[in-house]
């Protein structure tokens, strides 16, 4: 069971916008800020997202994060086929004094 | 630019320690703004992470409460590398295995932990 909850699937057609949430607690995504992570298949994880809303340069502006109180989301706008692809939130978490992450979301484009 | 290169055992036995060592280039293991982590990724547990070592004034290490006592991961600033021993594995140790860097700082100097950097992975089978 993750620390983080996300829903375990999305979906969209191409152009469409989606959005993935991430829920925690006052420990992590409370009194921190939230990374997003993109897995494709047979690669290492590329950071999508940092410090909630943040984007690393080379990451397209068809991804964008938010951070409402608890509520952290990520946002795809444009729906593209290479998008499909395994999403997962992260956070530290001040109690158990390490990195946590939420269980993935697989994005299905449709 | 930053790299890391990792190496060691695809197959390990039941009972026995995994170990994995990822170089680092174009950063130093030594560094006051960074930390080296290790983190692991399968069907069933998705993106978990195991630990990580770091620097400031001193080394410290931090521990996932999940193999606090079985896990050690030491740096190496001789030949600017980290690794990880798992010891008394099991099949549920069955993972693709990644080392990551998390600096301190984003490009503009904000306060800004994340994973940046990443190996190539390592899937580790525990069987025997």
């Known amino acids: 069971q993750s620390v983080l909850t996300q829903p375990p699937s999305a979906s969209g057609t191409p152009g469409q916008r989606v959005t993935i949430s991430c829920s925690g607690s006052s420990s992590n995504i409370g009194s921190n800020t939230v990374n997003w992570y993109q897995l494709l298949p047979g690669a290492a994880p590329k950071l999508l997202i940092y410090s909630s809303n943040q984007r690393p340069s080379g990451v397209p502006d068809r991804f964008s994060g938010s951070k409402s109180g608890t509520s952290p989301s990520l946002a795809i706008s444009g729906l593209q086929s290479e998008d499909e692809a395994d999403y997962y939130c992260a956070a530290w978490d001040d109690s158990l004094n390490g990195w946590v992450f939420g269980g993935g979301t697989k994005l299905t484009v449709l | 630019q930053v790299q890391l290169q990792q190496s060691g055992p695809g197959l390990v036995k039941p009972s026995q320690t995994l170990s994995l060592t990822c170089a680092i280039s174009?950063?130093?293991?030594?560094?006051?703004?960074?930390?080296w982590n290790w983190i692991r990724q399968s069907p069933s547990r998705g993106l978990e992470w195991l630990g990580r070592?770091?620097?400031?004034?001193?080394?410290?290490?931090d521990y996932a409460v999940s193999v606090k006592s079985r896990i050690a991961i030491n740096p190496d600033t001789s030949r600017n590398q980290f690794s990880l021993q798992l010891n008394s594995v099991t099949p549920e140790d069955t993972a693709v295995y990644y080392c990551?860097?998390?600096?301190?700082?984003?490009?503009?100097?904000?306060?800004?932990?994340?994973?940046?950097?990443w190996g190539q992975g390592t899937l580790v089978t525990v069987s025997s």
């Open positions: 070592t770091y620097y400031k004034s001193k080394w410290y290490n």
């Open positions: 990551a860097r998390s600096p301190d700082y984003d490009s503009g100097g904000y306060y800004a932990p994340n994973f940046d950097y």
């Open positions: 174009g950063d130093s293991v030594s560094s006051n703004s960074a930390a």
